[in-house]
């Protein structure tokens, strides 16, 4: 399996297309020292004592509601299980490699707080033949993708849920010793770190991109308007997302929402 170096707020299409393909990732060591600055930035801010979202309190409603030093890895654990809800079939594997290494630069950046070991997680993940089963449906959009992440981090992480290894479904506690690894409890704001994000959502528009390439030879800029390339760049990404509805057809006068599906 080919490795490709990945510089966090750097990658090309080219490299998220080679992980798609099967290509194994690895960070640049250079965004070690900025991800290494966070969380310190973190373990101070549990030293010191007060109350930070996120961090040391609850969520939501709950943001008043201090924690316990001792509970903190439990409050992350928390997050993680009680959005682990999604539904649907299970995206495919290319897409899941492909959200991991997503989520492996966007924690490299160094902003999220997490330690180097949760990247080497995600690292092992792809180079050990370890694919977290994640429900298709789930994302609440703008909050971010955080049931599809959460199946992922309860998986790679707690070794909760379901994992294929080496072409094999099983319970991912099961998978992780098969793969040489042990659960790695969640350190503070790790799991809220994890979730966040719309790694899900963004890998699957890429793989859209890169199955539509795919079916139409040449590229569509050779097309001509009106010769159905619309059409069939559709038909791709539907056959690679059997979660997503065909539009709905206009109605006798195009208008409704019927209509307004079918225009956009």
Same mark, same amino acid.
């Given at each position: 399996?080919?490795?490709?170096? @990945?510089?966090?707020?750097? !990658?090309?299409?080219?490299?998220?297309?080679?992980?798609?393909?099967?290509?194994?990732?690895?960070?640049?060591?250079?965004?070690?020292?900025?991800?290494?600055?966070?969380?310190?930035?973190?373990?101070?801010?549990?030293?010191?004592?007060?109350?930070?979202?996120?961090?040391?309190?609850?969520?939501?409603?709950?943001?008043?509601?201090?924690?316990?030093?001792?509970?903190?890895?439990?409050?992350?654990?928390?997050?993680?299980?009680?959005?682990?809800?999604?539904?649907?079939?299970? @995206?495919?594997?290319?897409?899941?490699?492909?959200?991991?290494?997503?989520?492996?630069?966007?924690?490299?950046?160094? =902003?999220?707080?997490?330690?180097?070991?949760?990247?080497?997680?995600?690292?092992?993940?792809?180079?050990? *033949?370890?694919?977290?089963?994640?429900?298709?449906?789930?994302?609440?959009?703008?909050?971010?993708?955080?049931?599809?992440? /959460?199946?992922? =981090?309860?998986?790679?992480?707690?070794?909760?849920?379901?994992?294929?290894?080496?072409?094999?479904?099983?319970?991912? /506690?099961?998978?992780?010793?098969?793969? +040489?690894?042990?659960?790695?409890?969640? +350190?503070?704001?790790?799991? @809220?770190?994890?979730?966040?994000?719309?790694?899900?959502?963004?890998?699957?528009?890429? !793989?859209?991109?890169?199955?539509?390439?795919?079916?139409?030879?040449? +590229?569509?800029?050779?097309?001509?308007?009106? *010769?159905?390339?619309?059409?069939?760049?559709?038909?791709?990404?539907?056959?690679?997302?059997?979660?997503?509805?065909?539009?709905?057809?206009?109605?006798?006068?195009?208008? +409704?929402?019927?209509?307004? *599906? !079918?225009?956009?």
């Amino acid at each position: 399996m080919s490795i490709i170096r @990945l510089l966090p707020g750097s !990658a090309d299409l080219a490299t998220w297309r080679a992980v798609h393909a099967g290509a194994g990732f690895e960070l640049d060591p250079s965004c070690r020292p900025q991800v290494e600055r966070g969380d310190a930035t973190i373990q101070a801010i549990v030293a010191k004592g007060e109350p930070v979202y996120g961090v040391n309190t609850g969520f939501g409603k709950l943001a008043s509601v201090r924690i316990g030093t001792q509970d903190l890895a439990e409050l992350q654990r928390n997050i993680v299980l009680s959005h682990a809800a999604g539904v649907g079939v299970p @995206l495919g594997r290319d897409i899941v490699r492909l959200i991991i290494a997503m989520k492996a630069a966007s924690l490299g950046q160094g =902003a999220s707080g997490v330690r180097w070991s949760v990247i080497e997680r995600l690292q092992q993940a792809l180079a050990r *033949d370890l694919v977290p089963i994640i429900p298709a449906q789930g994302s609440v959009g703008a909050s971010g993708d955080l049931a599809p992440l /959460a199946h992922l =981090a309860a998986a790679l992480f707690l070794g909760v849920g379901e994992m294929e290894h080496e072409g094999r479904r099983q319970d991912a /506690a099961s998978a992780l010793v098969e793969a +040489g690894l042990d659960p790695l409890p969640l +350190g503070p704001k790790e799991g @809220l770190a994890l979730l966040n994000g719309t790694q899900v959502s963004t890998s699957l528009a890429l !793989a859209g991109v890169f199955a539509a390439r795919a079916a139409l030879p040449g +590229g569509a800029r050779h097309r001509r308007a009106g *010769d159905g390339c619309g059409e069939r760049l559709g038909r791709a990404f539907r056959s690679t997302h059997p979660c997503i509805a065909p539009p709905a057809r206009p109605d006798r006068h195009g208008g +409704g929402t019927a209509g307004a *599906d !079918a225009r956009q």
